[in-house]
């Protein structure tokens, strides 16, 4: 019942913040830190807007590392967040309360077992920059966000990444299906991801280019977040490249971000 109550009024309170004023030095924020915004129709940023404003109300922000949290970073990271969410029926990732965010790279301890001796697990540390927890956080680097940031083409945004992480773990475990809508795009899906999974795998075994980040072969979790990142940052090359699989993503998220480049501003 007060599960029930809170939806109710969860939903009353988003539907009130599409008539709240956007603060103007946010808008400059998306502008400079989210440059992939002034490439939206009028109304798909009025949508981003909206969805940025939700997120930055229920969503709650923790400095690391004596890192003081700002306005800018705030609406930087919730800007590349919710373009994942633009176009779709989305429940602002339900499944997260807190966004850590540390100054530069963190350490995380790590257990790896290499095989030279049995029974042998080697403890060390890995320095990261981003990392999506299952119980409902996301850890991020915030000079990685802005080295993101500055490059809207490079093909690699930590902070989209992360939040990819997210929606395929909407569906479940984190094995690169997010929830989708039916079961004909289920079936298509694992089809392409499939192939181009293992497109990925054999590319790096020969050393050969590709659009997508090589990281991607790691896990069918880690090749979702880079498509996802490539289907943003470099939409031309991945979709003349691998049609399919943009295809399929542009389905997913319902935007067509090589039609962005397009429009008249
Ligand atoms: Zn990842």
């Known amino acids: ?22 603060p103007s030095h946010w808008l400059e924020i998306l502008k400079t830190n989210v440059p992939l ?12 807007k909206w969805r940025v404003q939700v997120f930055l109300a229920e969503k709650r922000f923790e400095g690391c590392g004596g890192l003081t949290i700002t306005d800018e970073m705030i609406v930087t990271i919730a800007g590349h967040a919710c373009l994942l ?11 997260l309360y ?9 350490l995380v301890p ?11 697990v080697h403890e060390g540390v890995d320095a990261l920059c981003g990392e999506a927890w299952p119980t409902g956080a996301i850890v991020l680097s915030w000079d990685e966000v802005c080295k993101a940031s500055l490059d809207d083409r490079d093909g690699t945004n930590v902070t989209v990444h992360e939040f990819a992480h997210l929606l ?18 289920y079936m298509g899906w694992v089809k392409v991801f ?26 069918p979790a ?44």
């Open 37 to 48: 915004y002034t490439q939206l129709s009028a109304s798909d940023q009025d949508q981003l």
């Open 98 to 106: 807190s966004i850590l965010l540390y100054p530069s790279a963190f």
């Open 194 to 219: 499939e192939a181009e999974f293992q497109y990925l795998r054999r590319a790096r075994r020969r050393g050969r280019s590709t659009v997508l980040d090589k990281y991607g072969t790691e896990h």
């Open 168 to 185: 395929d773990m909407e569906g479940g475990a984190a094995d690169g299906t997010p929830i989708l809508r039916n079961h004909k795009q």
């Open 222 to 265: 880690e090749f979702f977040a880079v498509a996802t990142e490539a289907f943003f940052e470099n939409p031309t090359a991945l979709k003349q490249q691998h049609s399919a699989l943009y295809s399929a993503i542009k389905g997913y998220y319902q935007q067509d971000p090589v039609m962005w480049l397009f429009r008249k501003k």
């Open 1 to 22: 019942m007060f599960g029930f109550i809170n939806g109710l009024l969860r939903r009353s309170h988003r539907e009130r913040l599409r008539f709240a004023k956007f």
């Open 85 to 95: 969410l633009l176009r779709r029926d989305t429940d602002f990732y339900p499944e």
């Open 110 to 120: 790590v257990k790896r077992d290499f095989g030279d001796a049995p029974g042998i």
